[in-house]
């Protein structure tokens, strides 16, 4: 099975950058969808961004222009630069990934952590005030 650990999240202030790292063991040799989602307490968990194994990318409305998704050419690290914070992005952020996915299906066909054949990290605080 892929376990995923996240890092690099902290606390900054409106304006300034992040980014965070997705470090992936137990790959398949299956193409690899990955993402990142984010979560704040008591709002709904939201799709971030995607990269798919073909490197096409998928970014929410609101992060457009402000975050970049990446992986190392290995495949081993997905990232998520993350600039121009303002406190609505505010957040845990998780990464997950989708054996065999594409970009298409994100966010919609991603239910969460408790879903087979999903994999997700236990996630990374980012906080901006």
């Known amino acids: 099975d892929v376990q995923l650990v996240e890092s690099g999240g902290g606390s900054v202030q409106t304006g300034g950058s992040l980014r965070l790292s997705c470090a992936a063991s137990?790959?398949?040799?299956?193409?690899?969808?990955m993402a990142w989602f984010r979560q704040a307490p008591g709002k709904e968990r939201e799709g971030v961004a995607a990269?798919?194994?073909?490197?096409?990318?998928k970014y929410a409305d609101s992060v457009k222009g402000r975050f970049t998704i990446s992986k190392d050419n290995a495949g081993n690290t997905v990232y998520l630069q993350m600039n121009s914070l303002k406190p609505e992005d505010t957040a845990m952020y998780y990464c997950?990934?989708?054996?065999?996915?594409?970009?298409?299906?994100?966010?919609?066909?991603?239910?969460?952590?408790?879903?087979?054949?999903?994999?997700w990290g236990q996630g990374t605080q980012v906080t901006v005030s």
């Open positions: 990269i798919d194994s073909d490197g096409a990318t």
């Open positions: 137990g790959y398949t040799s299956s193409p690899y969808c």
């Open positions: 997950a990934a989708d054996p065999g996915g594409r970009v298409d299906t994100f966010p919609e066909f991603w239910p969460g952590p408790e879903a087979l054949g999903q994999y």
